[in-house]
């Protein structure tokens, strides 16, 4: 029996990132822009589509996923798109207001609060096509206003409707370019701390270094970091896919990297990128381990040497041998290149996936890592250093206070959010200790 996911796109970014996911999930499942085998797709291919997809009357296959926005502008473009007929044109959601929320975390909350049912509606309908949920995957930034305010209320109201279902983020991280940004982010975080099980940091900073690295770019459809955001979660669920003996749900996929309720931020890296022309190298699985490791691999810009690994899960697809990775395995033990938390087991855990037979690739082999690492703290440590000076001068306050009643007489929530991401700050430094298993597990969703 399937175990099907459900992704919700919201904002810009949500919606720019999950188009980019599911034209790749297209090409890696043979699908046409309408979602229809392609001729050389074989009628006992072994993918599990159903994860994602679900099949409609005319037998085209359909994807699981809502598209959410306050403005018409990126769904506009989608329903203009190719691939328009793709989507399920129910589950397209634009606001009857049209004008978005003005990089407002308070409005886009106070808008989700008023078509929240219109919305779930929706939601409510798709999990009827499926038999056995597990979980959802959001998209969407922790800065704007879309993105963040009614991707927050998104998560509160699924928390408390779908208790038993696993949520998932992938949630990008700004730069610095946005005058509110910091209180968006703060405000967020908080329901990232606390309704979601699993979050996928993606950092703007850190993914356009890896852009800049890479020279020979050839932009194509999509912008390069949505390139590799898509990359990425195509990768990350590779073996929910293409299933083999294990890490074949999302909730075993997480359970070894999540050792506490609080502290499941995760990093990730990819190697090689799409975009690299590399066929005239030979890769290995021990250089594509290595590759993972790598500090300016990493999609957060974050110095891991600076502390410890509480759990590392890599996925490899391609042409594996399973001794090729228990010697790559004991090579990196001896090369010490990644340090583990003390109080845990300091392994590698690795998983084997099949590879779509329907996209040429010019490696054998190629991954991604999925790690829960200490140093995402200096993220946020960043975010509240913003957060305090502006809170000091006051700034763009009377902005929150008119567009939701819940800043009309105090701060209050500001101060709650604050405390939340200092305490998760002093978690994650704590798990770098002995004394960790004293300290304490923080809280669990409520």
Not at 141 to 168: F, I, N
Not at 268 to 286: F, K, N, W, Y
Not at 301 to 325: F, K, M, N, P
Request: hydrophobic residues 35%.
């Amino acid at each position: 029996m399937p175990r099907e996911l459900i992704t919700i796109q919201t904002g810009q970014c949500g919606n720019q990132i999950g188009t980019e996911f599911w034209k790749r999930l297209c090409g890696e499942h043979g699908l046409d822009a309408e979602g229809r085998l392609e001729g050389f797709v074989p009628e006992d291919a072994e993918d599990r589509r159903d994860i994602f997809f679900y099949q409609a009357d005319d037998q085209h296959y359909v994807p699981r996923s809502l598209l959410v926005d306050l403005e018409p502008m990126v769904i506009g473009s989608i329903q203009n798109s190719e691939f328009a007929r793709l989507f399920n044109p129910d589950n397209f959601f634009i606001s009857k207001e049209g004008g978005g929320a003005g990089n407002n975390w308070a409005k886009g909350y106070a808008l989700a609060e008023t078509c929240a049912e219109e919305i779930f509606d929706k939601l409510d309908r798709e999990l009827d096509l499926c038999d056995s949920l597990e979980g959802f995957i959001l998209s969407h930034s922790v800065a704007g206003g879309t993105g963040s305010g009614l991707g927050s209320y998104l998560l509160e109201q699924l928390t408390d409707r779908y208790p038993k279902k696993l949520m998932q983020t992938y949630s990008v991280f700004p730069d610095a370019d946005v005058n509110v940004h910091a209180y968006n982010s703060l405000l967020t975080l908080k329901r990232l701390v606390l309704n979601a099980d699993s979050v996928v940091v993606v950092d703007n900073p850190a993914m356009n270094r890896l852009i800049g690295d890479k020279r020979d770019f050839a932009e194509k459809s999509f912008t390069p970091v949505n390139a590799l955001i898509s990359q990425v979660m195509a990768a990350s669920t590779a073996t929910l896919r293409y299933p083999g003996y294990t890490n074949n749900t999302l909730t075993s996929l997480l359970s070894g990297l999540i050792a506490t309720p609080r502290c499941h931020f995760l990093t990730t890296s990819l190697t090689p990128l799409a975009h690299e022309i590399t066929g005239q190298r030979r890769t290995t699985v021990l250089a594509v381990l290595t590759n993972l490791l790598q500090p300016k691999n990493l999609m957060v810009q974050a110095d891991v040497r600076s502390g410890c690994y509480i759990s590392v899960l890599d996925i490899i697809q391609g042409e594996v041998d399973s001794t090729a990775v228990h010697d790559a395995l004991a090579q990196l033990r001896q090369r010490k290149l990644a340090r583990f938390i003390p109080w845990g087991p300091a392994t590698i855990q690795v998983a084997v996936s099949k590879r779509s037979p329907y996209l040429q690739s010019h490696n054998k082999i190629s991954g991604v890592m999925m790690a829960n690492h200490t140093s995402v703290r200096h993220l946020f440590s960043h975010i509240l250093e913003q957060y305090d000076k502006m809170r000091k001068r006051g700034t763009f306050l009377q902005h929150f206070a008119r567009e939701h009643p819940m800043f009309a007489d105090n701060l209050e929530e500001f101060d709650h959010c604050r405390e939340v991401l200092s305490d998760l700050i002093a978690e994650y430094k704590a798990c770098e200790t002995e004394e960790y298993a004293t300290w304490g597990s923080g809280t669990s969703k409520p």
